[in-house]
Nanobody
Framework: QVQLVESGGGLVQAGGSLRLSCAAS????????IGWYRRAPGKQRELVAK???????SYADSVKGRFTISRVNAKNTVYLQMNSLKPEDTAVYSC??????????WGQGTQVTVSS
C-alpha cells in the first residue's frame, strides 16, 4: 500500500508558475513509476509526466519545455514544476504510483486553474 498526498495547486495567471508536490508514504526506491496526470472538465484523464525509479523522465507533447518532473528521494516526494502556464493547463492534477507488482495508487488530486 502507498498513500499519496498532493499539494501546491491553486489559481495563477497565464504565464505564471506553480509547483505541485506528491508525498509518498514509502521510499521512492521501492516504487516503479511515478506519474502526474490531469483531467480537465469534459476531457479524459491524460498523462502529463512520469519518472521511473531509475530517474528516466517523459512528458506529454503539450507540456514539453514547460513542465519538469523531479523527485527528492530523501523526502519521498515527487515534484511537478509548471512554468509558462496556459489556460488549457487548467485541470485537476493527480499523482499516480505504479508499484513493481503492478499495483496502482492515486492521490486525491489538486486543482490547478490558469486564468487568461
Amino acid at each position: 500500500q502507498v498513500q499519496l498526498v498532493e499539494s501546491g495547486g491553486g489559481l495563477v495567471q497565464a504565464g505564471g508558475s506553480l509547483r505541485l508536490s506528491c508525498a509518498a508514504s514509502r521510499s521512492m526506491f521501492s516504487l516503479n513509476v511515478i506519474g502526474w496526470y490531469r483531467r480537465a472538465p469534459g476531457k479524459q484523464r491524460e498523462l502529463v509526466a512520469k519518472i521511473t525509479s531509475g530517474g528516466t523522465t517523459s512528458y506529454a507533447d503539450s507540456v514539453k519545455g514547460r513542465f519538469t518532473i523531479s523527485r527528492v528521494n530523501a523526502k519521498n516526494t515527487v515534484y511537478l514544476q509548471m512554468n509558462s502556464l496556459k489556460p488549457e493547463d487548467t485541470a485537476v492534477y493527480s499523482c499516480n504510483v505504479l508499484d513493481y507488482d503492478s499495483s496502482s495508487y492515486w492521490g486525491q488530486g489538486t486543482q490547478v486553474t490558469v486564468s487568461s
